[in-house]
DNA sequence: CTGAAAGCGCTTACAG
DNA sequence: CTGAAAGCGCTTACAG
């Protein structure tokens, strides 16, 4: 059925290793003999057998990603980079989708390596990841984007987080808001925690109000981002401000206010986190902390690169935080006054 | 550095072949020595290494799924179905964003046959794919999802795409329009050109306006959504309803349409496909035509299993059409009535 | 510059 | 029930 280098050697006229050799631009073969090959590759319509030259090279060039959720518009972004960036430089990607649970997180983690990935990029890892930490401790090539690992010796490429919250609640404040209620994501997620932190920071050295029952737990899907939103308008003193964690809530935050028939931002000022493409839409209009998705998907792949470069290791462990940047839209008051 | 199964074997005290027969359950093999070596897979941490396995099976267990744009909610929801579906029977796949690209899909056809994986997905075809017509006749195990060849013998799941557009232009004739714009898709794609028949064969049925000027090209991207929008606008008598032939140029034509000042549904009404998740946000409150995505993906894996069970095919080709279905909201006016 | 041969890590008739 | 050996399709020292 398919065509391999023993019938282009034939068709050539040459051995195997001539095929190869022309096949991989191996300098020293006879002009003569490189066309003869090249005219029966064409001519039989060769196509070479990954597997097979994976298995004599003892790599693949194809990469794993590890995503937690491909239906938030953040996370096909992120992967669209990195696949993009992987291609121009031969490396394919394979792409899988924990749906943030751990044990499928387990479960890509081994189909991957059995695959013989020459390496992963997680974008779904948990602060404390146990199964992430033994691949990193057995000196797995392993890159963490945006989200990252509390272990030190493994690399990530990460958004400023902590930055960035502090960013949106400066703002909020700066327009006068001095009760800001904040709905957070996992707590266990680097991406969670150091926003939290950001949050607090701003709280604590503007003086705002610091009541425990303005932080409520989200988890960075849709249906917290409402009930997150309904429990702090039920508080006896809601706030006057929210900062959401990320977008996907923000956007079922707004939701939660309209059916309250609150308005933003006259009524309730609204700050997301992301940047996800349809915040920008006339009738979303959503304030959000933007991230470089796209060059933390680049650096990710190019971070990894370096890695395998250097044969074993060595070398010391990539933390980069990329800038964050506030995109000031409607929803939280500010684009009004233009 | 990764461990064989000719290490497994010699920590069992068995032969390779052994190993081989337990790992693949292979019943004829002692109680005592399968448990010899499930011993020493464990005590080893064996990794089946799938590319060895692959090569001396001549199968993969992979296939490739090609989609024009993961950035389109729509193809990830189609994605995420696919590849959920391709996991409950074993089966990965690898993800190829052709960007719409006829030069991209070419590349990853070539990159997924080198990978040898079992069969290809295409999301992404066109009416007339001289590539895709070329690996269907040479029986290359392949299913079209969503968009489908011309080419008879190539098996599809797709929606009823003329039924559906004919859902949405009958739904806004019976709200008392006479005078619908359509903005287009691709007209190279059979989802733009069954809906376009769609939208015709219902303005010819119910005696509708039929100037030229009323469809306008589209392209299935945000951008001709804006200008196809303003070209209508800018008729000398405009439409007083448009429907749209994808979710992501709808939305960019309400916001054409709020630039202009206009109200949707009283001054333009608006109608979109796909029903990808965000029409629903109480801020777009999109009518839409939905498809049953996830069935859709679903079936295509199915598909796919059943030709590959089957030797050498011999088997019809599978088309099918799924049931589209109008999801009313408020963009329409028919939301309002409640 | 070129070819024969070994090896990558599995699976599977074949013979016992 | 079990093992030795060949084969899947490449690459690459090794020897010429």
New binding site residues.
Partial sequence: ?????????KEA????????????S?????????SRVWDAVEKLR?????????????KTNTLGLLVPDLMNPFYSEIAKSIIDRGQEFKLNIILCDTDNKPEMQKFYIDFLQQK?VDGIIFASVSLRDPEAERLVNAEYPCIFCNRRLKLKKASFISSDNQKGAKLAVRHLAGLGHRRIGYISGPDELSTARDRLMGYREVVEALGLEADSELVVQGRFDRGLGYSGTMKLMDLPKPPTAIFVSNDLMALAAMEALMERGLRIPEDVALVGYDDISITGHKRIGLTTVAQQKDMMGRLAVDTMIAMLAKENGGTKPVHTYLEPKLIIRDSCGAGKLK
Avoid at 13 to 24: A, D, H
């Fill in positions: 059925m398919n065509i391999t280098t023993k019938e282009v050697a006229g040459v051995s195997q290793s001539t095929v190869s050799r022309v096949l991989n191996y300098p020293y073969v006879s002009e003569d003999n490189r060769y196509q070479p057998n990954h597997l097979a030259r994976s298995m004599a090279l003892q013989r």
